[in-house]
C-alpha cells in the first residue's frame, strides 16, 4: 500500500503536535518538578522516567522520522523547501536531545544534581522551539495540499 502525500501529511501533523503537547509538559512541568524530587531515591526515580518516557515518545519520534524520510526519497509534488525544512527541523530535534537532553539524564541516573536539572531545563529549550516549529510546517504542508497551492 502506497500513502499519498495528504496521508503522509495527516501523519505529520499528528505526530507532530502530539510531540509539541508532550514536550511542553515535559518543558513546563516535568523537567522543574526534578527539582523537588530530591536526593533520596531521585536514581532510582530518574532511570524510571527514562525507561518510561521512552514509550511516550519514541513511537511518535520514529512516525516523524519516517515521514520525513519517505518525502526525502519518494517523488512528491510538495515543495522541496518546506520538506528539507521539516526533515532540518526533525535532525536538529534528534541531534539536541543526543547532545543536550541524554547526557543530563545519564548523569541524573547517578543521583539528584541541582546544576544538572537547570541544565536539562534549558538544554530542553531548542527542542521546545524545534517541536512548535515543525508544527508550523506540518500545518502548511497541509494547507498546500488542501488548498491545492502546489507547484
Same mark, same amino acid.
Given at each position: 500500500m502506497e500513502l499519498t502525500d495528504l496521508q503522509l501529511a495527516w501523519v505529520n501533523l499528528i505526530a507532530t503536535l502530539y510531540m509539541c503537547g508532550v514536550i511542553m509538559l515535559v518543558q513546563f512541568a516535568q523537567y522543574p518538578l526534578f527539582r523537588l524530587a530530591g536526593a533520596d531515591g531521585f536514581s532510582?526515580? #530518574?532511570?524510571?522516567h527514562q525507561y518510561w518516557v521512552t514509550f511516550v515518545v519514541g513511537p #511518535?519520534? =520514529? /512516525?516523524?522520522c519516517g515521514v520525513a524520510l519517505m518525502w526525502l526519497a519518494l517523488p512528491t509534488p510538495l515543495p522541496s523547501d518546506l520538506i528539507l525544512i521539516n526533515a532540518g527541523l526533525m535532525i536538529a530535534i534528534l541531534a539536541a536531545t543526543a547532545v543536550l537532553? /541524554?547526557?543530563?539524564? #545519564?548523569?541524573l541516573v547517578k +543521583?539528584?544534581? #541541582?546544576? /544538572?536539572?537547570r541544565r536539562l531545563v534549558l538544554g530542553n529549550w531548542p527542542r521546545t522551539v524545534f517541536w512548535i516549529a515543525k508544527a508550523y510546517v506540518a500545518v502548511?504542508? =497541509?494547507?498546500?495540499?488542501?488548498? +491545492?497551492?502546489?507547484?
Open positions: 532510582e526515580y #530518574a532511570t524510571k #511518535a519520534m =520514529l /512516525v516523524e537532553s /541524554v547526557p543530563c539524564h #545519564a548523569q +543521583g539528584y544534581d #541541582a546544576r /544538572v536539572i502548511q504542508i =497541509l494547507h498546500m495540499i488542501y488548498t +491545492g497551492n502546489l507547484p
